[in-house]
């Protein structure tokens, strides 16, 4: 909506001075109504022009003079890549592409986890099937697994390396207890080797979703320290990858921000004529889950205002 010197150059220079003879056809309406405004010239807008402005388009090189196909071609592509290169342009200070990969990453490894120690528990109880109700967290219970391997030669002398994974005397007592009274299957060693394999993955790729959090704790910190210490740094890098990236985020208004993940919800309820999302992302915060039922959309509100504050300070100050 704003007409740029070059253009209006252009038009003073090349129409006629009588400004009643003239019509343009502009693409643009609101790009029409400023030239209206600021030189008087008349504009036209609607299918014919746009037409118009196709065949100029496709035509282009046969009517410029010196132009062929070949380097319009070219010209399109060098175009192309600039445009390519100034999206993708590296900023050490705005690392937002990181942080998109990284919680996507964390919410796939938090889907694996579960699935692979769900596995774990199904295939080790066939051996062991009071030990799942003794240890409930995926974790340790994988730990445990690898470590007590055949539950026939869990001993006296085993119970200090008991204690040391589950942290608590009474429970590494009740499992040395419960390994000699078990109605569990005897399972062969090829067998026991398989699952302690198995476990050992499980392990390796819950420490290593423990080192990917504290990496995605590091980046939120860099790049948008105000979002993390709102909101904490998993809802604000989710925040952040729905978005597409920190500037987007930014750019938004708080009500958007409100109902950022909840896009089905909302569409649905726009469609049933019924009642839309009070909050969609950002319900995973602790101020949301601590507020009574009555006040999470109050708080919600209040919530997206401040988080969009925070974006905005990180991305622009």
Not at 19 to 27: R, S, Y
Not at 110 to 116: C, E, M, S, V
Not at 275 to 299: E, V
């Amino acid at each position: 909506g704003l007409l740029h010197e070059d253009l209006r150059l252009l038009l003073e220079t090349s129409l006629p001075a009588k400004k009643k003879k003239a019509l343009l056809g502009v693409a643009d309406a609101k790009i029409g109504a400023a030239i209206l405004e600021e030189l008087g010239y008349q504009c036209q807008t609607g299918g014919v022009v746009a037409e118009i402005l196709r065949g100029i388009r496709l035509h282009f090189h046969a009517l410029v003079k010196g132009l062929t196909a070949q380097s319009a071609s070219k010209a399109q592509l060098g175009l192309g890549h600039s445009y390519s290169r100034a999206k993708v342009k590296f900023n050490v200070n705005r690392v937002d592409n990181m942080i998109i990969q990284s919680i996507s990453l964390l919410d796939q490894l938090d889907k694996d986890i579960n699935t692979f120690s769900m596995r774990v528990r199904e295939w080790y109880g066939y051996h062991f099937p009071e030990l799942i109700k003794i240890v409930s967290e995926n974790y340790t219970y994988c730990r445990l697994a690898k470590f007590i391997g055949n539950r026939r030669e869990l001993s006296e002398e085993s119970l200090e390396g008991l204690e040391e994974i589950v942290m608590d005397g009474a429970k590494a007592q009740a499992i040395l207890e419960a390994s000699r009274s078990s109605m569990g299957m005897d399972i062969s060693p090829l067998d026991l080797i398989n699952i302690e394999s198995f476990s050992s993955r499980v392990i390796s790729l819950s420490e290593y979703r423990r080192g990917l959090q504290e990496y995605l704790r590091s980046k939120m910190s860099q790049v948008a320290p105000s979002l993390s210490a709102l909101i904490g740094e998993v809802v604000g890098a989710r925040l952040i990858s729905h978005a597409g990236s920190l500037t987007n985020l930014a750019k938004y208004p708080a009500s958007t921000v409100q109902i950022l993940g909840a896009e089905k919800a909302l569409f649905r309820a726009l469609k049933t004529r019924g009642n839309t999302p009070k909050y969609g992302l950002i319900f995973h915060s602790t101020f949301i889950g601590r507020a009574a039922a009555k006040n999470k959309g109050r708080i919600s509100r209040y919530l997206a205002n401040k988080c969009t504050i925070a974006s905005r300070i990180d991305c622009f100050s």
